[in-house]
């Protein structure tokens, strides 16, 4: 009966004659699977119009000279899957002709990463003060495509970008992932594949925890061990790893090609046990320490009262510093159990000021609030209850404060008790809490103009592979990604579900391995 029905609707259909592929797509517009009002993270204006733009073989992108470099990324998204050859021209100004326009205006609405974009049957343009808003406005373009466009290889048919016009910025400044390569390593072409992953939700922080108990990844000319050592091992007796300079330097360039920051942390006074494996002088009896592989924290300390302690972590800043163009180093914090109170203050007064001698700013998790740093400094919380008087007081006293509520944001956590990987330390995430979250209510005394941001931690005491990476982050980092990009407004768990359903095939077609939780309606 069903399929009587349809043959008859087809065939009535057909005695209209071919509809043109502009009326089909305004009579599905409002089923189709991209619209300007499906891109995740939500825009903060976003208005559909019924007539697409009609990519061709005859499309041209053209751009000012400072943008050719996001014009030939969007060149370099565009042509796997649709086979055309997209060329970039440089034009001093827009011809308003049939053709994709990047161009760098100046709109004080737009902060310096907003963008606007214009989707019309004439052409696409895209507008901004900055080519970090031209990226992100590419991002968004991209989401207007059909889902195919992210194959890698061609597909033959017509390549519709659903119409409208979007004004967008973000809400915060500082929107991160974060990675760590010390309890299992990953090799730079992995970073960078997750560095391609995350730039399509508008991140444009990646945190790389590069030491901890388990390895030391970033080799340091002036202590050659901490790699050549330190980075032997990691968690369960897995193969380690380690990042020479030039292949650091490499991490970091990429992600600037993905309007993405570099912040590297050395994580101190704890979390140390590598470096004092590698190096008998850092420990206090200056007898090294057997290497540990299991996931233990607390247990290791730098030797508080030791010259060489101060001698070894300016070194290591000053060679961090020398390799990282950004604004900030991550200096860590965390869980430092076994320093005493005062041993921890008496550390933080002398290593703080070390990263403003090499001209950098620091993040530190939030344990580094009691300690009374400078307020350029940014406290990240990582608990799990809003009530956190040290961050609370460092707000008061100017520190932005970075959010990554361990029980929303982490993306290491099971998503229910059956997830083969992850920890449960912090509860069960699933999609909807992982969303279900306000950075102006994560902190008791925390407001909105006192956060930086925020984070997506991803640790890796329990994943070895890019699937593994996969399958925590997606698709809890979009849900992040929105928090710490779109207007508070717009928060909404029921619009954003749907939304995210339509991100599906995207990913499929990427080739993520996400976690279809059954809170979504998986198109
Ligand atoms: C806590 S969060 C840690 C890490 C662990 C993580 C596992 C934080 C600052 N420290 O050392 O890897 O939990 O979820």
Same mark, same amino acid.
């Given at each position: 009966m069903k399929r009587t029905l349809l043959l008859g609707l087809v065939a009535g259909l057909a005695l209209l004659g071919p509809p043109a592929i502009a009326s089909i797509e305004s009579i599905a517009l409002p089923t189709v !699977? #991209?619209?300007? =009002? $499906?891109?995740v993270p939500a825009p903060v204006e976003a208005k559909a119009a019924a007539e697409p733009f009609l990519l061709t073989p005859g499309t041209v992108i053209c751009a000012d000279k400072e943008s050719l470099e996001v014009a030939q990324y969007l060149q370099a998204l565009l042509k796997? %899957?649709?086979?055309?050859?997209?060329p970039v021209h440089s034009s001093a100004? !827009? #011809?308003?002709?049939?053709a994709i326009e990047l161009f760098l205006i100046k709109d &004080?609405?737009?902060?310096?990463e907003g963008y606007r974009l214009e989707v019309h049957p004439e052409g696409v343009r895209i507008r901004a003060t900055t080519t970090d808003g031209l990226f992100s406005g590419v991002q968004s373009l991209r989401q207007l495509?059909?889902?195919?466009? !992210? /194959?890698k290889t061609v597909q033959t048919r017509e390549w519709p970008v659903a119409g409208g016009t979007v004004v967008d910025f973000p809400r915060f400044g500082h929107r991160s992932a974060m990675l760590d390569v010390a309890r299992h390593f990953f090799t730079p072409d992995q970073v960078k594949l997750y560095i391609d992953q995350i730039a399509q939700?508008?991140?444009n922080t990646l945190h790389l925890h590069l030491t901890d108990d388990q390895g030391w990844r970033i080799e340091i000319k002036s202590w050659p061990?901490?790699?050549t050592i330190g980075g032997q091992t990691a968690v369960g007796g897995d193969p380690g790893g380690y990042y020479t300079q030039e292949q650091y330097r490499d991490i970091v360039a990429y992600a600037a090609s993905r309007h993405i920051d570099i912040v590297p942390e050395v994580d101190m *006074? &704890?979390?140390?046990n590598a470096a004092q494996h590698s190096y008998a002088e850092l420990n206090c009896d200056g007898v090294a320490v057997p290497p540990r592989t299991d996931i !233990?924290? &607390?247990y290791s300390s730098l030797c508080? &009262?030791? *010259?060489i302690t101060y001698t070894f972590v300016e070194d290591v800043i000053r060679e961090l510093s020398a390799l990282t163009p950004g604004r900030y180093l991550h200096i860590g914090g965390d869980e %430092?159990? /076994?320093? +005493?109170p005062e041993d921890y203050q008496a550390f933080q007064d002398k290593v703080q000021p070390l990263a403003a001698k090499y001209g950098k700013e620091f993040i530190g998790w939030h344990e580094i609030a009691k300690a009374t740093p400078p307020v350029t400094a940014v406290p990240q919380f990582w608990g799990?209850?809003? =009530?956190?008087p040290e961050v609370t007081a460092a707000a008061q006293r100017g520190n932005k404060i970075l959010m990554s509520p361990a029980n929303r944001a982490?993306? $290491?956590?099971?998503?229910? +008790?059956?997830?083969?990987i992850g920890l449960s330390w912090a509860g069960l995430v699933e999609v909807q809490d992982s969303y279900g979250w306000d950075p102006s209510t994560?902190? =008791?005394?925390?407001?909105e103009n006192q956060i930086a941001g925020v984070e997506a931690p991803l640790w890796s005491e329990t994943i070895r592979t890019s699937d593994n990476i996969e399958y925590l982050a997606f698709p809890r980092l979009p849900g992040i990604a929105e928090i710490g990009? /779109? *207007? #508070?407004? /717009?928060? $909404?768990w029921t619009a954003y579900r749907d939304r995210l359903a339509k991100q599906g095939p995207r990913l499929t077609a990427q080739g993520i391995d996400f976690y279809r939780s059954p809170q979504v309606d998986w198109k």
């Open positions: !699977e #991209r619209a300007v =009002t $499906d891109i796997p %899957a649709t086979g055309y050859p997209l100004e !827009e #011809r308003g002709g049939k &004080g609405k737009l902060g310096a495509f059909p889902a195919a466009i !992210e /194959s939700y508008k991140i061990k901490l790699a *006074p &704890g979390h140390t !233990e924290v &607390g508080i &009262g030791l *010259p %430092a159990h /076994s320093t +005493k799990t209850n809003p =009530t956190a982490y993306l $290491d956590m099971k998503y229910n +008790k059956d997830t083969p994560a902190v =008791t005394g925390v407001a990009w /779109s *207007p #508070r407004a /717009s928060h $909404d």
